[in-house]
C-alpha cells in the first residue's frame, strides 16, 4: 500500500490527512510530471500530469468546480 512518505523507487508518495480507510488516492513528483496513484493498488499503472495540469485541477477544486461529483 502507499503510504505517507513510503517509497516505492524513487517517489515519495503524500496521502490526505483525511485518509481514514486507506481506499485514498496517492501523489507524488517525479520531475516535472505529478503522479496519481491508487493506495489500494500501489503496482497499477499511475496517471501522469504536468505540473501545469496540475496546478489548473487544483485551481479548480478550490473554486469548487468539481463538488458535484462525490
Given at each position: 500500500?502507499?503510504?505517507?512518505?513510503?517509497?516505492?523507487?524513487?517517489?515519495d508518495w503524500h496521502i490526505s490527512?483525511?485518509?481514514?480507510?486507506?481506499?485514498?488516492?496517492?501523489?507524488?513528483?517525479?520531475?516535472?510530471?505529478?503522479?496519481?496513484?491508487?493506495?489500494?493498488?500501489?503496482?497499477?499503472?499511475?496517471?501522469?500530469?504536468?505540473?501545469?495540469?496540475?496546478?489548473?485541477?487544483?485551481?479548480?477544486?478550490?473554486?469548487?468546480?468539481?463538488?458535484?461529483?462525490?
Amino acid at each position: 500500500m502507499l503510504t505517507e512518505g513510503s517509497v516505492s523507487g524513487d517517489i515519495d508518495w503524500h496521502i490526505s490527512r483525511s485518509c481514514e480507510s486507506g481506499a485514498c488516492v496517492g501523489v507524488a513528483r517525479r520531475g516535472d510530471v505529478v503522479m496519481i496513484g491508487n493506495t489500494n493498488n500501489p503496482a497499477a499503472p499511475v496517471n501522469e500530469f504536468s505540473t501545469d495540469e496540475w496546478r489548473q485541477f487544483l485551481a479548480g477544486v478550490k473554486l469548487g468546480d468539481f463538488d458535484g461529483i462525490a
